[in-house]
């Protein structure tokens, strides 16, 4: 019993970089947005993480974007109304890939 509670506490816990708050946030009926905003439980490794925007037709957006520390962001341009998916990929210090998406519609 003592070995395997020693394992269990010398075995570190590791996080994995989940999106925790999104602007606009998942379902959010907005205004066309300067910037899009997701933020991470953990840091990100920049080279391993990113988001991309997906129009109603299911193109992609092009647009700006950087990652920096538990953040992603996107600058669109001038968006017309309808429902756009942010679709994104995380890694962090564990090195685990996390992935996932989530929708707003931009109204007039």
Same mark, same amino acid.
């Given at each position: ?37 997701? +933020? ?6 920049? !080279?391993? $993480? @990113?988001?991309? *925007?997906?129009?109603? /037709?299911? =193109? +992609? ?6 990652? !920096?520390? $538990? @953040?992603?962001? *996107?600058?669109?341009? /001038?968006? =017309? ?10 890694? @962090? ?16």
């Amino acid at each position: 019993r003592l070995a395997l509670l020693m394992l269990m506490a010398a075995t570190p816990a590791f996080a994995h970089a989940k999106l925790t708050v999104s602007d606009p946030a998942a379902d959010a009926k907005v205004k066309t947005p300067k910037m899009i905003r997701l +933020t991470f439980s953990e840091k990100l490794e920049p !080279a391993f $993480s @990113g988001a991309s *925007l997906i129009d109603p /037709a299911g =193109k +992609t957006v092009p647009l700006a974007s950087s990652v !920096a520390g $538990s @953040g992603i962001t *996107l600058l669109p341009l /001038a968006l =017309k109304p309808g429902r756009y998916k942010v679709a994104w990929h995380s890694v @962090g210090q564990d090195t685990h890939p996390m992935k996932g998406s989530f929708s707003f519609e931009v109204i007039p």
